[in-house]
């Protein structure tokens, strides 16, 4: 197999378009030649702040896939590197529409569709890579990417109605990142993307589990009214897409199943004959994402004062 000899730097999200991205790098460059930081909307701005102080001229690429900087003044230092530095590839590939304002500079891409499809952010990179810088396609890895793009976008339930790209994500929760990444470019190698003995065993266990765990805690949600709409909540660490489908379907009359983690806070519309706009909905609590998926983060401060409250 053919690498290219450059070095890269990725800033990519921490979830599996996220750790696409990384796959799709790892195709085209060596190992050792790329240097990968998985980020959260909490702190894209501070690492890509922190990288962008220490810069040297030991970078070929700069990519930041999957996710984007909120502050203006972050993205306006980038502009300038992209357009100072001849030698050095700056690329931002997004799709989320909060992050559509970024569109205004010239290092930047965020699409939301493309041909009249959602598309995912390692979707975008892909395209981005072979048709824009010419790397060579490879058939088996876009396989892959249609499954991850399908499940990031929902279009595995919603328009094409098949499980194998949310079975996909459920693997990317059960192996540890590492061996995960290396069980997919094993398959890619091999040619085969199918799944082996192993992540049939691993999924019909996760089953089992998810079941169990998800009816416990559609059992004990709770129905509020929240900026007018009509909400079921639900307090969940694991399964986040999945029970918001449960919530649903327990509550249909609920606009919006919100599940509340330990530091973040999930917001799905599975009905998406509504019209409501998670993005907006969001923004009043720090948070942003898709017409019908987004999250909020739960500061410290808040945190701190639940606390409070439960052993005042």
Same mark, same amino acid.
């Given at each position: 197999m053919f690498f290219f000899n450059k070095k890269v730097r990725l800033f990519t999200h921490n979830d599996l378009d996220g750790y696409a991205n990384y796959i799709i790098l790892r195709n085209y460059f060596r190992k050792e030649d790329i240097y990968v930081e998985y980020c959260t909307p909490d702190n894209i701005d501070d690492r890509i702040e922190h990288f962008m102080n220490s810069i040297n001229t030991n970078v070929d690429y700069v990519f930041i896939t999957d996710i984007a900087m909120r502050k203006e003044s972050i993205a306006e230092k980038l502009e300038i590197c992209n357009i100072l530095f001849d030698d050095v590839i700056v690329k931002l590939e997004d799709h989320h529409k909060a992050s559509t304002y970024l569109n205004k500079y010239s290092f930047a891409n965020v699409e939301i569709e493309r041909n009249g499809e959602l598309i995912c952010g390692s979707m975008l990179f892909y395209k981005y890579l072979t048709n824009n810088l010419h790397f060579p396609k490879i058939k088996i890895l876009e396989e892959w990417l249609k499954l991850v793009n399908d499940y990031d976008t929902w279009l595995w339930e919603d328009k094409y109605h098949y499980d194998l790209p949310k079975y996909w994500n459920e693997l990317f929760f059960l192996y540890e990142r590492n061996m995960?990444? %290396?069980?997919?470019?094993?398959? *890619?190698?091999?040619?085969?993307?199918?799944? %082996?003995? /192993? %992540?049939?065993?691993?999924?019909?266990?996760?089953?089992?589990?998810?079941?169990?765990? *998800?009816? +416990? !805690?559609?059992?004990?949600?709770? #129905?509020?009214?929240?900026?007018?709409?009509?909400?079921?909540?639900?307090?969940?660490?694991?399964? =986040?897409?999945?029970?918001?489908?449960?919530?649903?379907?327990?509550?249909?009359?609920?606009?919006?199943? =919100?599940?509340? /983690?330990?530091?973040?806070?999930?917001? !799905?519309? !599975?009905?998406?004959? #509504?019209? *409501? %706009?998670?993005?907006?909905? +969001?923004?009043?609590?720090?948070?942003?994402?898709h017409e019908y998926a987004a999250g909020s983060s739960i500061s410290e401060e808040v945190r701190n004062k639940y606390l409070d409250l439960l052993f005042n």
């Open positions: 995960f990444v %290396d069980n997919v470019l094993y398959k *890619i190698k091999k040619g085969n993307i199918n799944f %082996d003995k /192993t %992540d049939k065993i691993l999924l019909e266990i996760e089953h089992g589990k998810q079941d169990k765990y *998800i009816k +416990t !805690r559609v059992k004990n949600a709770i #129905l509020k009214e929240i900026q007018g709409y009509k909400c079921v909540i639900a307090f969940g660490e694991q399964y =986040i897409n999945e029970l918001s489908t449960e919530l649903y379907k327990a509550y249909p009359n609920s606009e919006i199943q =919100i599940v509340i /983690t330990g530091k973040n806070i999930s917001y !799905r519309v !599975r009905n998406k004959n #509504l019209n *409501i %706009d998670l993005n907006n909905f +969001t923004q009043k609590y720090g948070g942003g994402g």
